[in-house]
């Protein structure tokens, strides 16, 4: 009853024998290999549009290497104030932007609601020195709290940023299990609501270690300047084509959707039966992720019965599914919820 | 034939297998895996000596986090003109000392020698505020023509080095190849000869992508900074134990001196096929490539036959051979010289 | 009628004689002139404590260099949410701790509360390498609202920050203020009651451009580094008698707690006349600065009678006055308001 | 007899008057001063030309300033290998271009050749990610041997430069010097002969501490971008009036150009006493330093006479003029020479 985080299961056997097939010969090094260029292929063809694409090892990384070609030293960006990127990276996104601030936004659920933002970048002033501007928002999906934005709210946020000058960035995580849970094509949630520069994000979902650094539209002329960064940032893997094979292996016959789709259905499951037994949700499920207020001995009844989660700072418990979590754990976990 | 680069190269299959058996269940995630608790004893085995340890994906990676260490932003690290930290990871020191430079020194066969290194080290004054001193002396195993530096050269530049306050940093990206070709031992050819952190690389050698940044002696008690560091550069792989499966299959019966033993004797199989063609070595052959200086038509007939291989500034041209070179490439390739 | 700013006000006259008079004949340069050197004699004097110190041009500077040598790239500094350091400095601080983040708090009059500090430094997790631990406290004398913290806070705030492992800073661009407005020593105010770095300001107190860095016990250790730091970041001035000459002239007699004084006075005696007149105060006056709520047509009023003012962005005016403020500018102000 | 440098001097008269004038009632900060408006007009007048300008108090910031636009943190700055840039400024430039490189070239008396530039130039291969490719060239005026490039040497260095995608960058902190000494206008000797971004120095000339960054050109774009790093980096005064009533003064009839004629002339007059004496000189006497080498007790006498001057790495001594150096400071030196 591993429900610690998607990042403790293991990879998905296809991603495995994909690594496995890649390793035959000789192969350019540094990206010029031939299972990078399939990649990018898959990708356009996912997202039915050109776009310029790179990879990388870790999630950490590809939203770092993104910001930094978004947002200058002297800039900022915009995120929800429990945004991965501002608590769970260790300033990567100041390291990587040589300084960049974060501005942060409350919201329920962990997101942002254009509400909280419109003052926000009412009040910018980019002719005042003194005061740091923005010139980025970037989006978890799914948020910190397991919720998914849905397409119109990506649409009205990013009208509202490109209005104020900002350009947009998507932490794409959890990226399919939004897109399994608002029933939104890629092309959708993405560039054709707004966004600028996406992080694709695999590991999560069942790669070994694979993330993705989109970007659409114009975006794609600051692809050299990205490939500067990354190399700069130690983030050009030498032997590339074990990544890209992940990307390709999660891609092909949609497996990485089918993936999403059972740990969305586990987590699911696992929040109606907390729920049937009385214990009160503290977000909505829209992903991977159950939030639950647990009472009493409920806790320790769970962790007795082998239970892993973690306790929330918000005072609920997180549980995580993934592509790997079995029916049994979820029965197992009601059960021990008692 | 493909004497391009040994990160040409697929890994071994044995590094693969053991990738594959890691595969199994849960594991907790950013290097609490039993993987990287093995890989780390097996490090300080072969080392013979308590160490600190981490592990990344990228030989530029190690490096940069390893001289971020080391080097304050207000100080200097000193290397060979064409070492890699200077000449190949586009500016990766710069980025992750935050703005510590490089002070270069010529030297024949780009290895440093102490007849260089002590009028920069007897100018340091670390009281005149205006110049950068140098704090950190970074050797390279093998250097960028594929010299090794044997372990009383060692021995005296780090006492050199550190008799003027200075760390010591060794970039053993080729390490095994030094070893197989000075006959040292590990231990002797790092910390017993003064090297206080060590960039120890698997990739090249025949693993994924798995190098190792270690800590010798006192430099241990930095491991919490280095762990810092490479979070926040995002180097910390959500699922580690891929990363730490790789360096366990390669130390695992010496595979990893096994392998180097055979791309070592490739190389000088090479090498004296060239010298019995005429051929004039720019370089000495101490590990697994070989520079030689062609004549006439013979880049183009190599080329012609099939041979990769490039072109090196200095006017020759560089050849490496790696685990799985085969002795029909050499035949072939010195065949193809005529 | 000029409120806008102490930065607006002319230099005392005594500052002025004080640098032509050192500008007889040579001086070493970068700091290694007589004036330095008495300088600093003059703060030990004033501090009734050996410290060590150097010099800059601007309060943004003084900040940024106090901040570069407490708070790593990979750590945070703690402050207000409205402090100077985040709203107008235009991210220096991040620029000069390379990417060090500030952790912000909510309190009212934008001073920062033990009740509000406590949960901050009681999360801290130094062990959990994917949050970024608070290392430095950073309080503003006078806070951006005017408000003055008294020696017990001081003393109460500084304690939690080091019993939590953290440094403490205090901006005081208004020190003298604070000093004159709460009756409290210097010595009392800053190293006495925990404060273990100072941006001691001149500048909106009388100077022309002349901020102290100053770094009291054992912090003085520092001071190599914030030299190097100085340097580094073009804040060692050639000529630097004429900075220090500043210094000692606003020291001499106490100057600077008569200039203070008059400010202060004449902030309290604006302050009285507005809320006789009936105009609320949004803050508590402890310095310089009044912050009062205007109705109806009063700002224009005021203005048409040619009072210069901020809107504050709390809904409020801040009135500032400085040593240079006339009686004859306070009557007309409250006149003008009716 | 103060040889030591030209920041050992004290300021003109002239330009502590213009101080004090300016110190009259309020006046609007952080560079919205009339003073400043007045400076930029003058300076206008003075290049013929429109131009975009900030001031700060150390040519170091200027210098640092100056590279930060237009230097990525990937790219890098050509310099000679004994540039102050380099040797003088404790990493400065890499710390506000945020780790950009310097690439260093030789060059006789410390100036670069077309000869050396050309190969640098002819080498870069912007596709070539691994590689730091140049985006700037710097030179110095007068060169950190005291040698002036002419306005030949410039223009070809500059079509070297621009023809392969760099930008141009001249440090001149000695700029007068170098005009009076090549009889060249300021036009002339910088955009017209190429030059982008120049530092205008103006305190070792004779000013309390004020330099110039001037923007020709297209680069007057990058002005927003300019000041936002020059606040970021604490270099933009509050009572900015102050050094840009310095630049005024120096300006004003002249003056500027009559205090480097002046000091020229003492240099070559120092000069040819050496050269009458028998001294060699090491490097052409084109501004206010001299180079010569000195035998024996040659050293030893000129210090017992009370000469200051400074022991230089290549083996010469080096002595600075300055617009206050005495003819009889000259007289005595030849005379100790003996």
């Known amino acids: 009853m591993n429900f610690a985080s998607d990042t403790s299961a293991p990879a998905h056997h296809k991603v495995l024998e994909a690594v496995l097939a890649a390793n035959q010969g000789y192969a350019p090094s540094y990206g010029a290999d031939p299972w990078t260029a399939k990649a990018c292929t898959a990708l356009c063809d996912l997202f039915e549009t050109e776009l310029a694409v790179t ?23 915009i995120c929800h104030e429990n945004a991965h990127i501002n608590r769970d990276e260790r300033g990567a996104p100041e390291f990587y932007t040589h300084g960049g601030k974060l501005l942060l936004l409350p919201g329920a659920h962990d997101k942002i609601s254009a509400t909280n933002l419109e003052p926000l970048l009412g009040a910018i002033n980019r002719s005042f020195v003194h005061e740091t501007p923005a010139d980025v928002l970037s989006l978890s999906q799914l948020g910190e709290a397991g919720a998914a934005y849905d397409v119109t709210e990506i ?19 959890r990226l399919a299990n939004a897109l399994v849970s608002t029933k939104a094509t890629p092309a959708d949630m993405t560039w054709r609501a707004g966004i600028d520069v996406l992080s694709f994000g695999f590991t999560k979902n069942g790669a070994m270690g694979a993330e993705a650094v989109i970007l659409f539209g114009k975006m794609a002329k600051r692809l050299d300047t990205l490939e500067a960064r990354r190399k700069r940032g130690g983030h050009m893997p030498p032997k ?9 292996a999660m891609l092909q016959d949609g497996l990485w959707l089918e993936l999403a789709t059972h740990a969305n259905t586990q987590a699911s499951a696992l929040a109606d039966g907390f729920s049937h037994a009385g214990a ?3 977000h909505p499920v829209q992903g ?32 995580v599914t993934n592509w790997n979590t079995q029916k049994s754990d979820i029965h197992a976990a009601i059960a021990a919820l008692g």
């Open 288 to 319: 991977n992720e159950v939030f639950v207020c647990l009472r009493g001995g409920q806790a320790a009844a769970l962790r007795k019965a082998g239970a892993q989660f973690y306790d929330w700072p918000d005072g609920s418990a997180r549980f």
């Open 240 to 248: 590339q084509r074990f990544v890209a094979a992940q990307v390709l």
């Open 155 to 173: 649409v009205c946020l990013c009208d509202l940023a490109h209005a104020a000058g900002l350009h947009t960035h998507m932490d794409g995580a």
């Open 55 to 77: 990879f990388v090892n870790s999630g950490t990384a590809a939203n770092a290497l993104a910001l930094s070609i978004l947002c200058p030293p002297d800039g900022a960006t």
């Open 280 to 282: 009160k949700l503290q």
